[in-house]
């Protein structure tokens, strides 16, 4: 197999670089694996080891600081068929920390090489995270203060299958390198080396130091057996081949006379679990029974269990304007939180404005005419509250009506929880009829 | 009208569906959420791949690489997660990386409301890259906007080869509404041109009167070189100021030359109104209203709903306000897009209506300046 080298564009390291030895040991290593070129990206990160896609006729991309995993794990996932090798300094290690950490989570099929000369060179010499605290680094005092970070443990605890650490200087280095990209799953390979522009200048580290420091070190020795577990792609894939297909959006034709052309709002004031969300949406769809149109805008707290809800619904038979509702023709008051949220809005109400309030809930005042619905006599529960009160809203004919009430159930529900619902909007609509009736 | 009844973020899912998105990585963010959930239903039954990055850079550099490899893709996020983005759209900006890039806006600065509608990203949709290249911005007004601009804002990223924005709002991306999609006028769908000529293949260098690429995926049996550095059409990292020089000026003649060519807007009244109002968003409701309004009050005004926000359309905002004595400009913040009004139409009177509270401007507040000054 011909080397893959790049002869137009020579490495450029400072002599005496790793990062020239790095370069070779992976085109031993595409060799030894029998690689065509076009199957193979490169993925450089930022730095010295930043400019190893330059150095190979192999495709290539190089984007920002510490992002090469995120570039790879697209390409990947969109080309399962090539082979993605990553090479990142430790400076990319430190920066793009979240995206290690979930590329080992992850286990797609990738190859981290990093080219770990413990200083950032291309800046300056300034510490890393895996600087020694010993070390002088171009940060001052900083590095003193630190830890530096062991790459083989972190990525095992984060869930990496294949884990191994090497000198970029030992004889085994492209053999090293074909083990991990033959790996199927995300690997990590720890490549120790010299930077002679700028660490070996102000601190003593040779070969045989660093092969007697990786020998000292625990663990790092390539596949991690109980972090093996299908690759991330074929597993993504096979999960993809079971979905069933998506349903496409629900279309409602117009088959009812409108009630009233013109703009018609309605304003649910109610709190967390009282379906006031599901409620609004059952009333747009009821209006668009009749080929109205419909906005719906909801309010609702973070902490979705608790505190008021809110759901503001305008039907009308042309195009709706500006959505919000300053003086609303129904207001449902069905709990006392989403009462006060918007109790600064019940002085605005008309004369004109309907509105329904539970009997446990207690109004501002207002110019609105009431009417009070004693939910618990109706054997109403809370969370049919809503839909209860809709039904009651529907008995007046205001907004929609109850064969068009009845078909949104229909289009919104099934099986029991529709015949439910059906039994809750009878309750309503009795209600509703009873004060309709002069 | 047989319709559905969905919010701006589920149109503009299954406008990236009909546009051949195959590709989605979102993080989760209110309230541009639902674009994800929406894409996840849709994408991976039909094929192809939706991801949960770890954070938003991530996300958006799944969709860059997967973009190098050919698949149409799109991103979605709201303020915390644009400033996050960053780099990356700068990356793509520079790098000719199609994509589309959907900012539900939320009220700012920081992390500030998350259920609070606003349009405080405007500059920064334009200017938050380094470099200050130009983008294409889209701006919707409701669910049928978000369904055919998600459209065209793919056919843009293929088109030329950039990062295409569509400036949504919480108040249109959660607003449920009814919309018949079937009913919409849907553009023709553009690919990316690929490169037919013989080897070499240089990847940014471009054909005689042309200002955009031809395109290989990584992965292509002819080699692809991508590259954040300042390259040269060879795709290698260059410092020939003249090489520089001409790809800088092509990145930016690129989109600028060719807005009027995606210039998306609706014109609302008569051509010769006293008063005409500008406006983008989900202002444009209110500020239609207000029209309608102002008319039954006795005053005639003019409504100009810009859609394609950058470059900015400046032949059509000169058309269009030519016969206008008075602009009025409404937006939801303290005044961002009324700085390119008044750089267009310098010499004209131009009043401005900005709004920061979390709540829509009301029909009212722009009805009182358009009938009273």
Request: proline content about 7%.
């Amino acid at each position: 197999m011909d080397s893959l080298i790049n002869d137009s564009r020579p490495p450029v390291f400072c002599p005496g670089c790793t990062h020239e030895r790095v370069v070779h040991g992976l085109d031993k290593a595409f060799a030894l694996l029998g690689l065509p070129a076009n199957r193979i990206a490169l993925v450089s990160d930022i730095g010295c080891s930043g400019l190893f896609d330059t150095f190979f006729n192999t495709h290539a991309m190089h984007g920002l600081h510490g992002r090469a995993l995120t570039y790879a794990t697209g390409l990947k996932m969109a080309r399962p068929e090539l082979t993605v090798v990553v090479t990142m300094g430790d400076g990319g290690l430190g920066i793009g920390g979240a995206h290690l950490l979930a590329a080992c989570r992850r286990n797609l099929d990738l190859t981290l090489l990093v080219l770990n000369n413990f200083n950032f060179g291309m800046t300056g010499g300034q510490c890393s995270v895996t600087t020694p605290p010993e070390a002088q680094a171009g940060s001052s005092f900083l590095n003193r203060l630190e830890k530096p970070m062991d790459l083989c443990r972190l990525v095992e605890a984060a869930g990496a299958p294949y884990a191994a650490r090497c000198s970029g200087l030992s004889k085994g280095l492209a053999e090293n390198i074909r083990a991990a990209i033959a790996f199927e799953g995300f690997s990590v390979l720890d490549i120790w080396g010299i930077c002679p522009g700028r660490y070996t200048r102000k601190n003593r580290l040779t070969p045989k130091m660093i092969d007697e420091n990786l020998a000292d070190m625990p663990g790092g020795q390539g596949v991690i057996a109980e972090n093996r577990r299908p690759e991330y792609g074929r597993s993504y894939a096979r999960q993809q081949a079971e979905l069933p297909p998506t349903k496409p959006p629900l279309e409602v034709p117009p088959e009812f006379t409108p009630l009233a052309g013109k703009r018609q709002e309605l304003v649910i004031l109610g709190s967390a679990g009282q379906r006031i969300i599901t409620a609004g949406e059952i009333v747009g769809l009821a209006a668009m029974t009749a080929g109205l149109q419909v906005t719906q805008k909801n309010e609702y707290n973070i902490t979705v269990l608790r505190g008021p809800s809110i759901s503001e619904v305008i039907v009308s038979d042309e195009a709706i304007g500006y959505t919000g509702i300053e003086t609303p023709d129904v207001v449902l008051a069905l709990a006392q939180e989403g009462v006060d949220r918007r109790r600064a809005a019940f002085a605005h109400f008309g004369e004109n404005t309907l509105v329904l309030a539970a009997a446990d809930v207690t109004l501002p005042e207002s110019p609105a005419r009431v009417h009070t619905i004693d939910f618990k006599a109706l054997g109403v529960r809370p969370p049919d509250r809503a839909l209860a009160a809709v039904a009651a809203v529907a008995a007046r004919e205001r907004i929609i009506s109850p064969p068009m009430l009845d078909r949104a159930l229909e289009y919104r529900f099934a099986g029991k929880v529709l015949e439910s619902a059906r039994a809750t909007v009878k309750k309503g609509l009795e209600e509703g009829r009873k004060d309709a009736k002069p | 009208m047989t319709a559905s009844f969905m919010e701006g973020n589920e149109a503009i899912a299954h406008g990236a569906m009909a546009a051949g998105c195959r590709f989605f990585a979102g993080y989760p963010i209110t309230p541009a959420t639902t674009i994800f959930q929406s894409m996840l239903t849709l994408l991976p039954p039909a094929g192809g791949i939706c991801l949960q990055g770890e954070d938003e850079i991530a996300s958006i550099g799944f969709c860059l690489g997967a973009s190098m490899a050919g698949l149409k893709a799109m991103t979605a996020t709201s303020g915390p997660g644009i400033s996050l983005y960053s780099e990356q759209i700068s990356f793509a900006i520079g790098s000719e990386i199609p994509i589309v890039i959907v900012d539900v806006q939320r009220l700012g600065p920081s992390t500030g409301s998350a259920t609070r509608g606003a349009d405080g990203d405007i500059q920064f949709l334009r200017w938050g890259n380094s470099g200050g290249l130009p983008v294409i911005a889209l701006a919707p007004v409701n669910p049928a906007d978000c369904f055919v601009l998600t459209m065209a804002a793919f056919n843009l990223a293929e088109t030329y080869r950039c990062p295409v924005f569509i400036a949504s709002n919480k108040e249109i991306g959660m607003t449920r509404e009814s919309v018949d999609l079937r009913s919409l006028p849907q553009p023709e769908i553009v690919e990316r041109r690929g490169f037919a000529g013989p080897p070499p293949y240089r990847p940014f260098a471009v054909a005689d009167g042309r200002d955009v690429p031809d395109f290989l995926p990584i992965g292509a049996d002819i080699l692809v070189r991508q590259t954040s550095s300042t390259h040269g059409p060879d795709g290698y990292i260059t410092t020939d100021a003249v090489q520089i020089a001409a790809a800088q000026q092509r990145l930016d003649r690129k989109l600028r030359s060719a807005v009027d060519t995606f210039t998306y807007w609706e014109f609302y009244g008569p051509p010769d109104a006293d008063t005409l109002v500008i406006t983008y968003g989900v202002s444009a409701r209110a500020a239609r209203s207000a029209v309608d309004a102002a008319r039954a009050a006795g005053t005639t005004a003019s409504l100009l709903v810009l859609k394609t926000l950058w470059p900015v359309p400046e032949a059509l905002i000169r058309e269009k306000a030519a016969g206008a004595g008075r602009i009025v400009v409404v937006e939801m913040n303290l005044g961002q897009y009324v700085r390119e009004i008044r750089r267009v139409l310098g010499n004209q009177h131009i009043d401005f209506i900005g709004q920061m509270d979390g709540r829509l401007i009301h029909p009212e507040t722009i009805e009182e300046v358009i009938c009273h000054g």
